[in-house]
Every structure is written in structure tokens, then in C-alpha cells.
């Protein structure tokens, strides 16, 4: 089991272009989610698919699409990236049944600099 | 407000020591707590979770949960300089809601 995979582990853009960052766990999860996290500020919630054919903002939606491609895949897309974009990306899934109230495995993470 | 909070730190204890970890939180409707460690540039990896009151054990690891003083609290036995690291404490989603609460998390020094 590879668990939560990300792609890619870096990447430098410039101000304005796009990007979509990838995401798929094989512990076949229901939910699966977005975060950033930067110095001092912990872990804020992008995104959010609750299940297959949903999907829903969390805390700090602003300069982001998601896309849950099927149940193993969900994806987060800058359309024009800022620098204020410029964070640590992590995906996770959860084993969360109904409600929601499972435990998250993360993926390696994304390390994206907006120059 | 924060829904949980943690102290920041660092937390610096000897090696060998018990590191008491702490979080509270205030949604009383919560029913289930998590302990993540997160090294330096890489990802939150769970190392624990708790749905009762008491104590869980696992290895070195106790977790413990208090609904009614609504904390709940990590005790590192024997630390080692390996679990320095940063700790992130966790409310599972309730209420129908998909979304957990992360606390900012408390950054463990243990020194040899």
C-alpha cells in the first residue's frame, strides 16, 4: 500500500500561471482533503470531498478549484497563482464512515514557491 | 477562537524523561481526539487516537482524554532525541460535519 501519494513534491511558478497539484490514496477512503500549512499558521483547510461526487470549501477556499476525479483521485487547481500561494500542500484522506470523525493520513506533501 | 489550542513550546525535556504533551478543546459534541508528529519538512504521520475517557497505551505513547475538562493529553515515556519533533493535536469531525479541527501544535525538544 503506497497510501496518500502527492505529485509533484516541488514546484517554483510564476505569478499568474496555473498548476494543478495530484492526489490519490489506495486505502480506499470516502473523504479526502486539502490543506496548506505555513510558518506559524498550522493546518488550513483548502478543500474538502466528503465522497465521491462531492465536493466543498473549507477555511480558506479563495484562488483554488478541486476536482474528486473517482474515489482514489482528488485534485487542487491554481488557476492563476499568487504569491500569498506560496505554502506547503498537503493531502489527505480519512477512514471517517459516517460524520466524518476518522483519522487523516497525509501525503508527502508539495512545496510550492510563487515567485 | 481556536477550537483547540495548544502550546506552541518548545517543550524541552532531558532524554529519558516524560514529555506531557496537552491540548483542550470546546466542542463538548466531539467524540473522537488524534495525535499527530510531524518532523521538520515532512508530513503529520498519526501516531494516536483516543475515543474514551482514560488512558491508551501504545509503546512508549499514552493518550489520555478527559471529555468532561474536555483536554486530552500525550505522555512520552523514555523520550528520545528521534521524537523531537512537532506534535499536532486533533478533533475528529462531529455533528454531521466533515471537517476536523487541528490544533497548531507544541514543538518538542528532547535533548540527550
Known amino acids: 500500500n503506497a497510501g496518500v501519494t502527492q505529485t509533484p513534491k516541488f514546484q517554483v511558478l510564476k505569478t499568474g500561471q496555473s498548476m494543478t497539484l495530484q492526489c490519490a490514496q489506495d486505502m480506499n477512503h470516502n473523504s479526502m482533503y486539502w490543506y496548506r500549512q505555513d510558518p506559524g499558521m498550522g493546518l488550513r483547510l483548502i478543500y474538502y470531498?466528503?465522497?465521491?461526487?462531492?465536493?466543498d470549501k473549507g477555511e480558506v477556499p479563495n484562488g483554488y478549484n478541486v476536482s474528486r476525479l473517482n474515489k482514489r483521485e482528488f485534485s487542487l487547481r491554481l488557476e492563476s497563482a499568487a504569491p500569498s500561494q506560496t505554502s506547503v500542500y498537503f493531502c489527505?484522506?480519512?477512514?471517517?464512515?459516517?460524520?466524518?470523525?476518522?483519522?487523516?493520513?497525509f501525503g508527502p506533501g508539495t512545496r510550492l514557491l510563487v515567485l | 477562537q481556536k477550537e483547540v489550542e495548544q502550546n506552541s513550546g518548545p517543550l524541552s525535556v532531558p532524554e529519558g524523561a516524560i514529555a506531557s504533551l496537552n491540548c483542550t478543546y470546546s466542542?463538548?459534541?466531539?467524540?473522537?481526539f488524534f495525535w499527530y508528529r510531524q518532523y521538520s519538512g515532512k508530513s503529520p504521520e498519526l501516531i494516536m487516537s483516543?475515543?474514551?475517557?482514560g488512558d491508551k497505551e501504545d509503546g512508549r505513547f499514552t493518550a489520555q482524554l478527559n471529555k468532561a475538562s474536555q483536554y486530552v493529553s500525550l505522555l512520552i515515556r523514555d523520550s528520545q532525541p528521534s521524537d523531537s519533533a512537532t506534535y499536532l493535536c486533533a478533533r475528529g469531525a462531529s455533528g454531521g460535519s466533515y471537517i476536523p479541527t487541528f490544533g497548531r501544535g507544541t514543538s518538542l525538544i528532547v535533548h540527550p
Open positions: 466542542d463538548r459534541g466531539s467524540q473522537s
Open positions: 483516543i475515543y474514551s475517557n
Open positions: 489527505a484522506s480519512s477512514e471517517a464512515g459516517s460524520g466524518g470523525g476518522g483519522a487523516q493520513y
Open positions: 470531498s466528503a465522497s465521491e461526487g462531492t465536493t
